[in-house]
């Protein structure tokens, strides 16, 4: 998968290294070209300078190929208006932003984009937004058997109750952030845009239900 990031500082080169190294491509986005340095000879990906919410700077990074976009830049404001860009004009599902005030998270997840505040921010929390089975699971049992983890909800659950989710999945849903809080749902909770879904599940069976959640309810016309 290609993936899209808009910031080249610590955050930024961070996480375009862990993707790398996972087997994805990756075009970083900076305004400042001396910040591609942090990146090192060994990124084979591409680096970009410009402006990271302007759509020819976003085209030519390979947003229209790309399968999920992070923004972490120093600014809130420049990551929001970025990530709608990457969702609203490209069609994006897997966006994520970096937020430097927590106060603005409900707003930013009314909109459907999930943020990560930097006092509680990890390079780990980041790939989970993007890549979920690309990162440490949140929690697993001394077997290694069961693991809990934050599962990316395509659009075509939203208005769903978790318990069709459950059913045609296999997992069981711990518990759902929904505008930074979290809440313990049940068996009729709707699944909302902006909610991020924390599931337990075998850990041999990810692929099956990523696939799953990837395909979306039966009967709904998802393909």
């Known amino acids: 998968m ?19 190294q996972q087997g994805h491509t990756v075009a970083v986005v900076d305004q400042d070209q001396t910040a591609f340095r942090r990146l090192g000879s060994g990124f084979a990906g591409r680096r970009v300078t410009g402006v990271g919410f302007d759509q020819d700077t976003l085209r030519e990074a390979g947003i229209e190929e790309a399968g999920a976009f992070a923004a972490v830049s120093s600014g809130d404001n420049s990551n929001i208006i970025a990530a709608r860009a990457a969702r609203e004009m490209f069609g994006i599902e897997n966006v994520v932003a970096r937020i430097y005030d927590p106060r603005r998270a ?27 089975s690309g990162a440490e699971p949140l929690w697993r049992d001394p077997s290694g058997g069961v693991q809990l983890a934050e599962v990316h909800t395509p659009p075509s659950w939203i208005g769903q109750k978790v318990s069709l989710l459950q059913e045609e999945t296999g997992v069981r849903v711990a518990f759902v952030t929904r505008l930074g809080e979290a809440m313990l749902p049940t068996s009729q909770t709707v ?6 879904v924390h599931v337990m599940m075998r850990t041999d069976g990810v692929a099956a239900v990523e696939a799953a959640f ?3 309810p039966e009967g709904q016309g998802h393909s």
């Not at 699944?191 to 991020?196: A, P, R, V």
């Open 191 to 196: 699944i909302q845009e902006g909610d991020l």
């Open 106 to 132: 409900e707003v930013y997840q009314r909109l459907g984009i999930p943020t990560v505040a930097t006092v509680r921010w990890t390079a780990d929390q980041m790939l989970r937004r993007l890549l979920p």
């Open 214 to 216: 990837a395909k979306g």
């Open 2 to 20: 290609h993936v899209v990031i808009m910031g080249c500082g610590r955050v930024g080169s961070t996480l375009a290294h862990s993707l790398e």
